[in-house]
C-alpha cells in the first residue's frame, strides 16, 4: 500500500514539474507549401489577423513559447480555409516542433509554423 501511494505521488509530482510557463505573443512565422510547384513562402501574421498563403486564408488565433525557452517552440491556434470558401481546413494547434502532430489536410498546400515573435526573434 505505502509503495502504491509513493508511486501515485511521484507520478502526480512528475507531471507538474513537466508542465511548463508559456506567454503569448504578438505574431507567428507561418511557411507554406504549394506541393505542386515546390514552392515555398514565409509570412508573419499578427495574432488576430488573416493572411493569404498561396491559395488558402490563415488566421492566427495566438502564439505562445516556452517562457523559459523563447526559441524552443511554438504553438499557434490557427483557422484555416480556402479563399472564397467558408468551410474550414483546418481549426485548432500547431506545434512548431511536431507539425505532422496535428497537421493541415489539403491535396495541394501544406501550411506549418516556424516560430513565434519573440523579443529575442524579432
Request: with cysteine.
Amino acid at each position: 500500500m505505502k509503495y502504491g501511494v509513493l508511486a501515485m505521488f511521484l507520478l502526480a509530482a512528475t507531471g507538474a514539474w513537466a508542465q511548463q510557463r508559456v506567454q503569448s505573443s504578438p505574431g507567428a512565422t507561418l511557411r507554406g507549401l504549394d506541393k505542386v510547384n515546390g514552392q515555398t513562402v514565409d509570412v508573419e501574421v499578427q495574432s488576430g489577423q488573416t493572411a493569404a498563403i498561396f491559395g488558402l486564408d490563415v488566421a492566427l488565433g495566438d502564439c505562445r513559447y516556452p517562457v523559459d525557452n523563447p526559441t524552443g517552440d511554438a504553438f499557434a491556434f490557427l483557422t484555416i480555409w480556402e479563399q472564397g470558401r467558408s468551410e474550414q481546413l483546418f481549426d485548432g494547434w500547431m506545434i512548431a516542433t511536431s507539425p505532422a502532430l496535428n497537421a493541415l489536410d489539403h491535396s495541394r498546400y501544406d501550411v506549418w509554423v516556424i516560430r513565434c515573435m519573440t523579443p529575442s526573434a524579432d
